[in-house]
């Protein structure tokens, strides 16, 4: 058996399988090693499900040796602690959930489960998804791989730490305004966050309804298909997930890029992307050209209005899904409470943390009689005119292209005395959110040792453009199968 | 003269929608069940949960505005309404707001100057119902039943043309008697499940603002509304004429000791914070859909009370309460239909002794212990003759004792005795018609009672009852009356 079996992907491990060239038990087994290995440093799981994985995959071998093997048997693969997974810790990266063992498991979980997947545990993540540095989580903040001083981005931080350390081949994420992306823009994996209502929300602790998308952070864009293709349809459970054929991404991948039409959007290369940052950027443009794509520019001019308008919808909401936190029928409760009132205020203001709280109070604030129309609705209104603008420029181009950060890692500690500063890593990702479009971020170079991904958006249901252009363009560079050393 | 207040009132009724399962769960709605085994992952709010709009639902908030002849909407939006309290396990109630299912409706009721009188609908709309706070039995805790969470509600709001408690009695009676003829709602107040608010508020008459008013929170009942109305109409009159102001303020009523008092004021309101809730998508409803649903709705109260006076001539006030609910109407035709006596003396029996022995019994119609083929039977003995009407009083208590027979709404065959029949027959009640037989019995009477035949041949005619009384104990009470009366009259003048 080969040493590096935790340097192979998803595919490689799911051909070899098949070849018989180790067991499920085998991988899992080396995998389960390494979390115990290098998971103190990197704070990338909350839960880790040792006993549970090992029974999964013994149950793959066995159900592969009588030739029923699903579409993902004896793959592991780690889940972000924000879906619900019966009879295991699902915290949420919060105080408020740290005793909460879901009695049922999410659409995503048991979709997995059911094509064969190997759940190694729950990852670490920012609190309830808020966060853009994984550093809000009650569990303390998640190491860079890269640079264990830095953030692996966030909120799905552990999920992009644990690939990118090789802990895991797949981690499931959420993305509600790029928490895939940034995360695998930082950590030189792969993000996809599909359209919304591809995939199923229900058992995804919510955090912002109209915003959130259950996606994946994998090691290539040909994972991400083949993950993607097992966890994207409809559910009669979510009334906004919809029934829309689920192609064949794995297939779609091998088209050559010949006459794709990328849109360059002209806002992006701005003040705010650092210089390096752009130029890695610019060279990944030039190879999609090279491989035949048409480069043009686009003009989405209201996505300097997507921040702001974010963070009016995303608290809004989250304001609202947060109320069932109250300390009365599961999660964090205060002792001796003198009264209800009493009650309500110990348990949220002791189980939620600082972002969480303020987040709640923005949302508030601006749902309240007197301000709804001034900022709730008109917000409404901003985000259908960047809906609008994408939608306008997807007439002419097939996928826009840019970058998913506008910076490196940064240092842990850096920007959580500024929210506004660390909620303007989110400058390019949130557009999609907003929209409802599908994106991807691959990894596309090294700035100061640093990597930075290539952000691809678009239409509704434009997954296989996005995917295929990801591959084709892996198949030209190695940018993403640099790992960082001490995780070889 | 005229009352120098004029009363103003509008109606919000609540009522529970006869689904089998939840609006937004697959949770069974049964009442009564242990506390909180009726209550899944949804309705209990659990982390991750999603809601899924009932269909059933739809349709019947569809039923109930084509019944009032109001707007269906084409596009229709849930909203979340934010608050904290420990029954309602989100933290918000999903209802419906700026765009409800329902718009622009009216009905008709009976003004108080027995005028027909339109009665505005400004809306109806979806909701969910909230769990239950259980406070006895349990030292210095509170229980929470989510039994109810998630059970599916309608409600209906008036605009605010009720001008007296009984006007507001009449209305929320025809709402109440259109929900269960649609069958959208068991109605059942005892239960909760059809109860409502009452904004009341009264201004100098000729004034046309309205003034200050005052909601009345959860009046499950017809007779609490009569009164709670005319308590709070009283005290804001009182307070005004004093010199004080109404404070628009929510109000709850006490029928323990007939009293409204103040509940929480304007200030203390909650701010519901409602937005669209972005679990659910806008309902949009086909034309399709609805033509489906017109196609499917049953005759409603007015169309059937028209009917009856056209069709049996009934007196309308009679046509009025058999038609307020649908089994009573159905009992009455099936009874009208199986005999072969007037419909008025059918209706007659149904709102007299049948009606009376309902409500002694405190059964509803559908239980009625006589059935309509029977009650029809009975009827036509009377029609035809056999018994008298004071005889079959005692035939129809009978009838009540032994229940009814086993097909309620079949006419017995040609040739076979009705129950009454077998009733009459067994205890020997056949009405004596025989006139000499009579004749006989009043020539005892007259020879056995000299001196009353003496004064009253003398004038004093009010000894007529007597002699029919005396007749009539002689003959067992079956003695024709008619026939008593002709040959006594006869006698007695000779």
Known sequence: MAQDLHLLTLTQIAASLRNGDFSACEITDLLLRRIEASDASLNAFITVTADQALATAKRADETRAAGKAGALNGLPLAHKDIFCTRDVLTSCGSHMLDNFVAPYDATVVERFANAGAVMLGKTNMDEFAMGSSNETSFFGPVHNPWDLERTPGGSSGGSSAAVAARLAPAATGTDTGGSIRQPAALTGTVGLKPTYGRVSRYGMIAFASSLDQAGVITRSAEDAALLLGVMAGFDARDSTCIDHPVPDYVAGLSTSLNGLRVGIVRQHFDAGLDGQTALAVKAALAVLEEQGAILSEVDLPNLDLSVPTYYVVAPAECSSNLSRFDGVRFGHRASDPKDLFDLYCRSRGEGFGAEVKRRIMTGTYVLSAGYYDAYYLKAQQVRQLIADDFRKAFADVDVIAGPTAPTPAFKLGDKTDDPITMYLNDIYTIGANLAGLPAISTPCGFVAGLPVGLHLVGPPWGEEALLRCAHQYQLQTDWHLACPEAYR | ?494
């Not at chain 2, 005692?394 to 040739?415: D, L, N, Y």
Request: proline share 4%; with cysteine; net charge negative.
């Open chain 2, 1 to 494: 003269m005229k009352p120098a207040w004029e009363v103003v009132i509008g109606l919000e009724v609540h009522t529970q929608l006869a689904t089998r399962s939840k609006i937004f769960s697959g949770a069974a709605t049964e009442y009564g069940a242990a506390p909180n085994t009726q209550a899944c992952l949804v309705d209990l709010g659990y982390p991750g949960v999603l809601p899924v709009l009932n269909e059933e639902v739809v349709r019947m908030a569809c039923k109930f505005g084509l019944a009032v002849n109001a707007t269906v909407a084409e596009r229709s939006v849930f909203a979340r309404k934010n608050y904290f309290y420990p029954d309602l396990p989100k933290g918000y109630q999903i209802s419906q707001y700026e765009l409800p299912i329902v718009k622009h409706g009216e009905l008709f009721i009976q003004g108080d100057d027995g005028s027909d009188k339109r009665i505005g609908i400004t809306r109806a709309h979806l909701e969910e119902d909230a769990g239950k706070s259980i406070h006895e039995g349990l030292q210095q805790f509170s229980g929470i039943d989510l039994n109810r969470a998630g059970t599916p509600l309608l409600e209906i709001v008036s605009e605010p043309d009720l001008r007296s408690a009984k006007e507001a009695v009449a209305y929320m009676r025809k709402i109440h008697s259109i929900v269960r003829y649609l069958g959208i709602s068991d109605g059942n107040m005892q239960e909760g499940s059809f109860r409502c608010d009452a904004n009341v508020s009264v201004r100098p008459r000729g004034q046309d603002t309205l003034g200050t008013r005052a909601e009345l929170k959860n009046l499950n009942s017809f007779r609490f509304v009569e009164k709670a109305i005319n308590f709070e109409v009283q005290r804001q009159i009182e307070l005004i004429e004093d010199g004080g102001t109404v404070v628009q303020e929510t109000r709850l009523y006490d029928s323990d000791k007939d009293e409204t008092r103040s509940m929480r004021s304007k200030e203390e309101a909650n701010d519901y914070r409602y937005f669209p809730d972005p679990d659910l998508l806008p309902v949009e409803i086909e034309k399709s859909f609805i033509d489906s649903v017109r196609a499917s709705l049953p005759e409603l109260p007015d169309a059937k009370q028209q009917r009856f006076v056209n069709e049996y001539a009934l007196k309308p006030d009679d046509a009025d309460i058999l038609t307020l609910s649908r089994a009573l109407a159905d009992y009455f035709e099936a009874a009208a239909a199986a005999g072969s006596a007037s419909a008025q003396v059918v209706a007659n029996w149904v709102l007299g002794d049948l009606a009376a022995a309902l409500n002694r019994d405190g059964l509803e119609i559908e239980n009625s212990r006589v059935t309509a083929a029977d009650l029809a039977g009975l009827v036509d003995r009377i029609a035809d003759d056999t018994i008298s009407g004071k005889i079959a009083k005692e035939v129809f208590e009978i009838m009540w004792k032994r229940g009814g027979s086993e097909s309620p709404t079949i006419p017995v065959p040609a040739g076979q005795l009705s129950l009454a029949g077998q009733i009459i027959k067994e205890l020997d009640l056949e009405q004596i018609s025989d006139t000499s037989a009579i004749e006989a019995v009043v020539d005892e009477v007259i020879a056995a009672n000299p001196s009353q035949v003496a004064d009253y041949q003398s004038g004093k005619e009010k000894l007529f009852g007597f002699f029919v009384g005396k007749v009539m104990q002689q003959t067992g009470g079956k003695a024709n009356p008619g026939q008593v009366n002709a040959i006594l009259k006869a006698r007695l003048s000779k």
